[in-house]
């Protein structure tokens, strides 16, 4: 490092993210490589997946923590697992919030978290040669989180000015109703972001408890990508996880029993557009058929240009902008979904063109061609995912969360070209069910009613 940037700690830290972001526009070759994937496990038992890359002086480190999103929050404290991926980094053990953030700056390391409803996730990002205090400071945020008073209040704050936002936001609102009209009396049904009142019942204890019940490494699954050997690793994987609670009291979070089949529901909004909602029960990541439903979703609604609901509805009929389908496997409750947004005068028409093509899938499936074209998109796009060390440690992460088996990528290829269109057109047929959809339109739509 040049001398006049170590003396000046602001000219440091932008050389160092100029390092950073230089090395990793580096990385997309060992993308195009065969990646080798290796287990490694501590002495204390924890277990990471690592794909060693030297060609950048760069660590990425993904990880997460099985049940620990925010279908496990407590009821009257939704948003407390959202409230805590936003406080993790804003000071731990004995730095202070400032003190905590200065000192990532400093190294110019990335460190963030996030909650989904599944699951806890974080990544962190650092040169290979300050991952000394990198990792220090991972290990910090997880097993000692201060959740002092002003930062706990900060984060809160954006957390209400959000859902104040959201509150006025159609597409939010149209997602929620649908929600909790399919998810009656199940987890999922809980808002992920919480309520003004349930955000401000959280507590610094909720979030320690949080913390301490769900934080475990019965529940960890890690990746790792980078410039680190595998005796290092091994050590390093007990710093940083090795103070975790071996074991962490169960969540019983039960299977969805889906509702609201048939339904339409209409929310009246002074708006010149309607937000279309729509779906049904789908597909867990583990079913056999589960790549043949991906490439048929390709076909419907999830090709973006290609996809027959944007051929249908944008471009013969011009009736909106986008629309879309996609597969959900959520962990207790998997989905099939789309939506749109239309001019209110046209949102009856929208919705019909939409029901007709699901029910046509369903009776007729899709052609070989079609079939052909999801084949070569989804083989073609998928090493666009690897073209960074983050997103081999994310890939490494997701393949062990959905436990697809270290030998995953080496596979994926002839698992997809082995779907034959009989088995594609079986798929239709059985996860396309039109009379199973639940519709949500908010908006002032017209040539739609509510269907109770």
């Known amino acids: 490092m040049m001398p006049f940037a170590r ?18 526009a580096f990385v997309a070759p060992t993308a195009a490589r065969a990646i080798d994937i290796q287990k490694v496990v501590s002495d204390k038992g924890v277990v990471a997946w690592f794909v060693p890359d030297r060609s950048v002086p760069l660590v990425a480190v993904s990880f997460a923590f099985r049940d620990a999103g925010s279908a496990t929050d407590p009821d009257g404290k939704e948003g407390l697992a959202e409230m805590v991926s936003g406080l993790l980094d804003e000071g731990a053990g004995d730095l202070p919030s400032q003190a905590f953030q200065t000192a990532l700056e400093e190294i110019a390391a990335k460190l963030s978290f996030d909650a989904s409803r599944d699951r806890f996730s974080g990544r ?12 220090a400071l991972l290990r910090l945020a997880l097993n000692s989180p201060r959740f002092d008073d002003r930062p706990v209040e900060r984060i809160r704050g954006q957390m209400q000015a959000g859902l104040q936002q959201q509150a006025e936001d159609p597409q939010h609102i149209a997602g929620e109703i649908w929600r909790k009209t399919v998810f009656p009396d199940h987890p999922y049904a809980k808002p ?19 913390v301490k019940a769900r934080f475990g490494r ?9 410039d680190i050997e595998v005796a290092e690793l091994r050590r390093r994987l007990d710093e940083i996880f090795g103070d975790l609670p071996a074991t962490t009291p169960p969540i019983d979070i039960p299977e969805a029993r889906l509702a609201g089949a048939g339904r339409t529901l209409v929310v009246e909004k002074p708006i010149p557009q309607s937000i279309i909602v729509l779906g049904h029960g789908g597909i867990s990541r583990d079913d056999p058929d589960w790549y043949a439903a991906t490439l048929v979703n390709r076909v419907f609604g999830g090709g973006g240009l290609s996809s027959r ?43 019909d063109v939409i029901l007709a ?27 666009l995912r690897l ?4 997103g081999i440690a994310d890939i490494l992460v997701a393949i062990q969360f959905s436990r697809l088996g270290i030998d995953y990528l080496g596979k994926r290829r002839d698992l997809i070209n082995a779907v034959t269109l009989d088995q594609a057109n079986r798929v239709a047929r059985r996860l396309y069910r039109p009379e199973a959809l639940t519709v949500v339109v908010v908006g002032k739509p017209e040539g739609i009613a509510e269907r109770p």
């Open 309 to 351: 609901l944007y051929e249908e509805v944008r471009e013969k009929r011009g009736l909106a902008y986008s629309v879309y389908s996609y597969l959900n496997p959520l962990q207790y409750g998997a989905i099939i979904a789309g939506g749109t947004a239309t001019q209110n005068p046209r949102a009856g028409e929208s919705l």
């Open 7 to 24: 003396r000046n700690p602001a000219v440091r830290r932008i050389f160092v993210s100029c390092l950073i972001l230089v090395a990793a």
């Open 192 to 210: 992920s972001d919480g309520t003004a009142a349930t955000v401000a019942a959280i507590a610094a204890d909720d979030l320690r408890r949080f």
């Open 387 to 390: 073209d960074s060390s983050r």
């Open 357 to 383: 093509e699901w029910k046509k899938l369903s009776e007729n499936g899709i052609t070989e061609a079609e079939l052909q074209t999801a084949k070569d998109y989804t083989n073609g796009s998928f090493p």
């Open 124 to 135: 962190l990002l650092t040169l290979a040669s300050e991952r000394d205090r990198a990792f």
């Open 218 to 226: 019965d529940r960890l699954v890690v990746g790792v990508v980078g």
